[in-house]
């Protein structure tokens, strides 16, 4: 079963010569930013646009039915305030098959195309920072203890680059077991150790206490909603946190309005493939380990979002991680069966999957497989 995990772009359709209609419907009524399309494809005709993360091309080609089933789905702020300005415009809008915690609705185009436009109640997102909080509730202390989180390389290369100075300020944005916060503690004049989780934060407090760091304060927050004011921190750092993100453009925001101008980004997290099916399968065997995983972004999502969100990537570094499955599984509290069948899952995946990440098995017993993680430093210059 396929798993899609993200939307790159849509493909529509529209009748040949039809360009400055469509244009009509979607730069002047849907507002939606016109992009160029590629010199190959140029004499091909139809239109490209940015709308958010993805791309909607608008390729021609002959029309024989009415309306057709092709269509693409926006998620919007709200919901209610679009339909309402799809009315005065004279645009129909209907009803869509009800679907849990989403409400929405679709239009046509004047070319038959139909376009869903839908809102997720907050209650799903809120639901899924729950499932964090409960999940590493539960694996507080297996996390202080990981040599992964506590040893990796990434830690070491993050203290390097980062600079921190005497006088700094710095935020550890999902702190876990404290790690990143113990490691700059003794370079910093403060630093803020942040987790929604709050046995994370115990934990945390527990292990940098130990070590003899007064200066470090815990405070239970969210990622996408930051308990600080503006331009706050000179040093901003969220090491193998951010996959468990619901909206990291939110996130990636909020960096940039709490960082101070100059501030520093320091930014570690697991990574998914370039390739689709590589990406769709790294993805999926992390969310059946751990139901609370969201996703693993690409390098290269990474770094467009980064910098289309004001910040300038200054430094990057890739990270192999070798993860010890039994290890692995254990530090979610997986269950036995759940292990069983995920190990058989990943076994049975292609080959040229298993072999991109190294995967090592006897039989249907999996023993190792091979990730990356990537560390970026960026800047905000204003």
Known sequence: MIKVIKLDHVQICIPVGAED??????????????????????????????????????????F?????????????ANLAEVRRYFEKQGVKTRDETPIPNVERFSCFDPFGNRIEFLERKPGRVEEGKRDVQNQ?????EAYVTSDIHAKGR?????????????????LDVGTGGGHVANALAPLAAKVIAMDLTPKMLEAAQRFISANGYQNVDYVQGD??????????????????????????????????????????????????????????FYNEIEKR??????RAWKKSEWVRMLEENGLVIEEC?????????????SRMNLPEEDK???????????????????????????????????????????
Request: with cysteine; proline share 6%; aromatic share 10%.
């Open 21 to 62: 209609r469509a244009r009509a419907f979607y730069t002047d009524i849907l507002g939606f930013k016109e992009i160029p399309k590629p010199q190959s494809l140029l004499p091909n005709g139809g239109l490209w646009y940015k709308v958010g993360d993805i791309e909607l091309h608008i390729g021609v080609e002959p």
């Open 64 to 76: 024989q039915k009415e309306h057709s089933k092709r269509h693409p789905a926006f998620e919007v």
């Open 136 to 140: 590493f509730g539960r694996s507080a």
């Open 154 to 170: 990434d830690l070491a290369k993050l203290v390097e680059i980062a600079a921190v100075t005497p006088q700094d300020v710095v």
């Open 223 to 280: 990622a996408e909603q930051m308990p600080f004011g503006p331009e706050t921190f000179d040093v901003v750092a969220c090491r193998i946190a951010a996959h468990h993100f619901p909206n990291v453009q939110k996130f990636i925001n909020e960096v940039f309005r709490v960082l101070r101008p100059s501030g520093r980004f320091l930014l570690v997290d697991n990574v998914a493939a370039e390739d689709d099916e590589i990406d769709q």
């Open 289 to 294: 380990r751990d139901y609370s995983h969201v």
């Open 317 to 329: 570094y890739r990270f192999a991680k070798t993860f010890a499955f039994e290890e692995w599984c």
């Open 340 to 382: 069983r069948e995920l190990a058989a899952f990943i076994v049975r995946t292609p080959a040229p999957v298993r072999q991109k990440l190294k995967v090592t098995a006897e039989g249907d017993r999996v023993t190792s497989f091979e990730g990356e993680a990537v560390l970026i430093k960026a800047v905000k210059l204003s």
